[in-house]
């Protein structure tokens, strides 16, 4: 019958054998490279993915004529080779070949122990792998004399037959059951989870036995020439004498190569093999053009390479093993560029949690600022200044964080909020200051009353109390982690620099101090896309004059508020634009949402009546009156511009003086002026007209002149819709996507936290949109605003200013639309700049 054709096709490994990824797996085809490099490498023998398909549908193998072109009674081993080394395999079955007559040559030449441990070890996991009996029957079988007499009853008792004798019967056994084995159901969940495709393939490998148990130097071991973790050239792995295959892995007892104070390292008693390892190592760096982990085994003396596979890397040795090769001149700065994945450059900027220590999880939430810290557990704000004063770390943990957790926030390491998404105050505020945080983890329960986190196990922790934040993975931790400092180093600087090379859109920062702007400066964006200067009264001393102005409920105490607001300003505009040297400098005018200045609590409003030296109870009462019930959507931006007109006419006027200032100093600029929440044309006629008449002012007064562009921020529906009328007075428009997503689903940035991991879970939101644009609905009036204020004016710049700026993906859509820049915040920067330059490659 056809069905039961003996199957021959196999191909034997040589520099020249025609040896695909696609049909025989990447191990075998890694193997011919090593062949082809003439590294030690044991004969060995590629099954392609058809016949392994044949073997798992019950065709016979033609074992015996594989076993042929090993020679005479060899002993071999089966590997699995999948297209994709990710995509796992059957566990790799040595010592196929050995029976009753192998196993007494063996005692001549490795002695009894060791020939009776080779086949012992044969006969287990042949038993468990293949006749798939269960692993527990071995438990009580203790090494030594017997254990082989043991295992062997045991497989006869267990299968009612004797241990299979013949090497061609027990290869075919072993080729079959991997085959099929490949095919189960488990193993295909378990790849597809990995992202293998449906019909993903298996090729087999066949390689001759080298034994590493012998009378000489023998053993078997794993050499790489680079940390896993930090990239740097060093030679690490383990050497383990008498063993095979990765047993040295696995081994506590397993000594280092180099310098082992447990007992003589490999380096130690065979230098001249070190020698030979690190000969191999360099040629398959050069050749592979990759750092590889190279498998070896040593008999008697003689080294055999039996594998090389990709060394294992952190995000932060990725980085610089590319950037090391490009310099080596073995890859190009272009492929150096291509190896680094964008996201993974947010890991390098801030301490991160070293990923060889414990994890003490006790809670999730969402990752939303990167970076890790350690301090103890404050409730309040007033604790972290605290902690702050006495110079200790402190993590201010909050339900959510209002506008009088800000100081605490400066004066914390890391903040833990059980509410908000990614654009919540807390995540805002925590990126924009670099701090880690973790938001919306709402597996914990928070007591600030009693200052009390219970985990989502049920253990307690008090105020003073060690956690760790990481803020990469949107994890809590027990205690203090260990860490890795950040990776800003030259190898950084140098893949950016390659990546700048090649990218055409534009990477700005949303940058809103001082501190910020020099940020955004060392990471080396092309200027400042989105300053928010409401942030600029973030701090102690200066927030109180902020609210004094929005407190103000007459004409006169209003200009008071605004005259002192006003060198301020005019300070901070003038150091800003020093630190950005002539870089464009986009200005937003006042945008404060109310509830961020209002005080949320009692305490809060006894403070600001202090602050401001009125009565509680007048305070109280404004407060009141000037709460809104959806402040989001009340008397921010714009509003508040056209409402109260001189308070932009203030912003304008020390914009323009600082503008003269910088000239003077020899750092020229053209400001960018920026309104925001502008949803129809109108308000943008009545803020221009007065912003012109405020430069006419300042050119008069200073005798001086300057030039500046106005341009408005679309974050309404509307203003997308119209965009086409707004761009007749706009030099520029740039996308807030933070409001055009919360406005477009209607779904508040603050409480999306709440539901937004049920909604992706059951697939409602392919991702959060706060996080990541969503290219469908809100892309849709990104390119409709886009095309409609392009076609009144050609030259209208476009950008991103919302938190989407910094996400590669986002960056992609933004870079189709035609778009001039994207603008994040600045710890962002380098993964913008080296996104955009992959979308150019
Ligand atoms: C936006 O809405 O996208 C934006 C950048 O402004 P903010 O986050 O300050 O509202
Ligand atoms: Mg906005």
């Known amino acids: 019958m056809q069905k039961f054709d003996l199957i021959t096709e196999f191909t034997e490994i040589t520099p020249s054998a025609a040896i695909a990824t696609a049909d025989h797996g990447w191990k075998a085809k890694c193997l011919q490279r090593l062949v082809r490099l003439e590294l030690p490498v044991p004969g060995t023998v590629a099954l392609p993915a058809r016949t392994v398909r044949m073997i798992a549908a019950g065709h016979p193998v033609d074992a015996g004529a594989i076993l042929a072109r090993f020679g005479p009674a060899p002993l071999i081993s089966v590997r699995a080779s999948p297209a994709n080394p990710d995509w796992g395999g059957p566990a790799t079955i040595l010592n196929i070949g050995l029976n009753a007559a192998r196993h007494q040559a063996l005692c001549e030449t490795h002695g009894e122990t060791a020939a009776d441990a080779l086949y012992t070890r044969f006969v287990q996991s042949y038993a468990i792998h293949v006749a798939r009996l269960d692993p527990d029957m071995f438990e009580d079988v203790k090494p030594g004399p017997g254990a082989l007499t043991e295992v062997l009853r045991l497989y006869a008792y267990e299968t009612d037959e004797p241990f299979p004798e013949d090497p061609a019967r027990q290869l075919s056994e072993v080729l079959r059951s991997m085959a099929r084995a490949w ?8 790849r597809s989870a990995k992202g293998a495709p449906e019909d993903a393939a298996l090729g087999l490998v066949v390689q001759e036995m080298a034994q590493g148990i012998g009378q000489g130097i023998s053993g078997s071991g794993v050499i790489q020439f680079v940390d896993s973790v930090t990239g740097t050239q060093r030679i690490t792995g383990r050497y383990l004498g008498q063993s095979q295959g990765r047993d040295a892995l696995a081994a506590r007892e397993a000594l280092y190569l180099t310098r082992d104070p447990r007992g003589p390292s490999l380096e130690d008693t065979a230098p001249e093999i070190m020698t030979e390892l690190i000969r191999h190592g360099a040629t398959c760096r050069d050749k592979l053009r990759e750092e590889m982990q190279i498998e070896f085994t040593i008999e008697d003396g003689r080294l055999s390479v039996l594998d090389a596979v990709r060394v294992a890397r952190s995000a932060r040795a990725g980085l610089r093993i590319a950037v090391a090769l490009a310099e080596d001149g073995v890859i190009s700065p272009r492929e150096a560029v291509l190896r680094v994945e964008p996201r993974a450059l947010s890991e390098l900027l801030h301490h991160q949690v ?15 600022s990167p970076g890790a810290a350690t301090g103890r557990l404050v409730f309040s704000a007033e604790a972290a200044q605290g902690c702050a004063a006495r110079d200790e770390d402190c993590i201010l943990v909050r339900r959510e964080t209002a506008p009088e957790d800000i100081r605490g926030m400066h004066s914390a390491v890391a903040v833990l909020t ?12 925590a990126r924009g200051l670099g701090l880690p945080a973790v938001v919306g983890a709402s597996d914990l329960r928070l007591d600030a009353k009693e ?3 219970t985990a989502r196990d049920g253990r307690i922790f008090r105020e003073g109390d060690v956690i760790t934040i990481d803020g990469s993975r949107g994890e809590a931790l027990a205690g203090a982690a260990e860490m890795l400092p950040p990776a800003l180093d030259e190898s950084f600087r140098q893949l950016l620099s390659w990546a700048d090379e090649f990218r055409d859109i534009g990477v700005r920062a949303n940058a809103d101090t ?9 990471f080396d964006a092309q200027g400042i896309g989105l300053c928010r200067t409401e942030h600029m009264f973030f701090e102690e001393d200066r927030f109180v004059v902020m609210r004094e102005m929005i407190f103000a409920d007459s004409p006169a105490d209003r200009a008071s508020a605004l005259a002192r607001l006003l060198p301020m300003q005019r300070a901070d505009f003038t150091e800003l634009f020093g630190i950005m040297q002539g870089l464009p400098v986009c200005i937003r005018l006042f945008d404060p949402p109310l509830h961020e200045f209002l005080p949320a609590t009692r305490e809060g409003l006894r403070e600001l009546a202090e ?3 009125r ?5 109280t009462r404004r407060a009141e009156a000037l709460r809104e019930v959806n402040p989001m959507l009340g008397m921010r931006g714009v509003r508040l511009g056209v409402v109260l007109p001189e308070i932009y006419d203030m912003q304008a006027q020390a914009i323009f003086e600082a503008t003269i200032e910088s000239a003077k100093r020899g750092a020229p600029i053209v400001p960018e002026v920026m309104i925001p929440l502008v949803s129809a044309r109108r308000e943008v006629e009545l803020v221009k007209t007065r912003i012109d008449a405020v430069a006419a002012m300042v050119r008069t007064r200073a005798k001086a002149d300057f030039d500046y562009k106005l341009g408005v ?5 509307r203003a997308c819709l119209r965009a086409g009328e707004i761009a007749q007075h706009a030099a520029f428009l740039s996308f807030g996507t933070n409001d055009l997503t919360q406005m477009t689903y209607g779904l508040s940035r603050d409480d999306a936290g709440r539901f937004m991991n049920t909604y992706v879970q059951q697939g409602v939101f392919p991702e959060d949109p706060f996080h990541i644009l969503d290219t469908d609905g809100v892309g849709e009036l990104l390119l409709t605003g886009a095309e409609r204020g392009r076609h009144t004016r050609a030259d209208l710049k476009l950008s991103i200013c919302g938190e989407h700026g910094g996400d590669p993906e986002s960056i992609a859509f933004c870079r189709r639309a035609g778009f001039d820049y994207v603008s994040c915040s600045p710890y962002r920067v380098p993964m913008a700049r080296l996104a955009a330059a992959h979308l150019a490659l």
């Open 183 to 190: 095919e189960g159901t488990s193993a295909r969940l378990l």
């Open 354 to 368: 070293d990923p060889r220590g414990l994890r003490d999880v006790i809670a999730n939430g969402i990752a939303a």
């Open 418 to 429: 059980e509410r908000g998404g990614m654009t919540s105050h807390a995540a805002v505020i």
């Open 451 to 453: 200052k009390r986190l």
């Open 514 to 522: 001082p501190a910020d702007a020099a940020t955004a400066r060392r």
């Open 611 to 613: 602050a401001l030296a």
């Open 615 to 619: 009565p509680l109870s007048e305070v």
């Open 713 to 717: 921020m679309v974050e309404t529906p």
